[in-house]
């Protein structure tokens, strides 16, 4: 039941924008915001709550931004060395951050996150500030293509490497480190006892998250094709925790779930009428009242697996 669920969803993304193609751009968004709620998520099996998460996805943005203006404009090129670019960061800050736990790991991550966006909106020489930066179309596999057929092939693209990085994930969560990094949330003290390096697990799960976030940003920049200092601002990282405690972090899948519910909602809700928050509001309200494993709880009750 749960291979043919996850036949069907694959099948309908791969579908959607043939049959409505205004959907494509908003699907591709939703999966490069799904990579970045992942990390959130992979960081939240810890009980660790990141509500700066964002300026991952913006490390990458910029750091393929100007990776292009240096004459790098291969996709793969691009793709690899942002997500790079977001995991040496996410190594760097979180050698600092590991050691702290609760509010105080959340509002850090929050203050890392600000410094950022004044940064990028202040030095106007380097980042073009408010007005931020211009990506052009990169080659996708040596090929020049037009705007047109880069944003499909950059959709399809990232179809796929949801279902490998999405793999990947699954095998780190289910692997000693995994495992490790769910009991940092139940037992912290005993895992020390154990002799098990509670900050070594810790910093490799932070590094992982940031590395996700960093193939959104990669994912969104590309689609965009402008990247801005908004991408670093908190309201952006606390949607990422909105995704990924709407779609639920018992699956890899969850956040994918949360952010093409909510990207699609959104989308629809514009479209109908001017009050499009309020929809989304009650939409959200039912859902986190309702479903406390989230979507992906949902999908797994009425598959007959325990959520």
Known sequence: ?????????????????????????????????????????????????????????????????????????????????GTLASAVTGLIVGAFLVRYRAIFFAMLNLAMSMVLYALLSKLYGITGGTDGLRLAVPRFFGMTLDKASFDTALYYAGLVLMLGVGYGVQRYLASPLGHALAAVHTNELRLEYLGVPVRIVLLIAY??????????????????????????????????????????????????????????????????????????????????????????????RRSGEPA
């Not at 018992?250 to 514009?270: D, K, R, Y």
């Open 1 to 81: 039941m749960r291979a043919a669920l996850f036949l069907v969803a694959l099948a309908a993304l791969a579908l959607a924008p043939i049959a409505a193609p205004w959907l494509q751009f908003v699907l591709t968004l939703a999966v490069a915001k799904g990579f970045a709620a992942l990390g959130v998520a992979v960081l939240l099996r810890g009980g660790l709550i990141s509500i700066g998460h964002a300026m991952f996805y913006a490390v990458s943005a910029y750091a393929i931004a100007f990776l292009a203006r240096a004459g790098l404009n291969e996709f793969v090129v691009l793709l690899v060395l």
């Open 207 to 300: 590094t992982v998250s940031a590395a996700l976030a960093g193939i959104g940003g990669a994912i969104a920049a590309m689609a965009i094709g402008h990247i801005l200092p908004e991408f670093a601002f908190w309201t952006a990282s606390g949607h990422l925790v909105l995704v990924a405690v709407l779609g639920g972090i018992g699956g890899v899948a969850g956040p994918f779930i949360g952010s093409l519910f909510l990207e699609v909602l959104h989308t629809l809700a514009v479209g109908v009428t001017d009050a499009w928050n309020l929809i989304i509001g009650v939409a959200l309200i039912g859902v986190i009242f309702f479903l406390p494993s989230g979507l992906y709880g949902l999908l797994r």
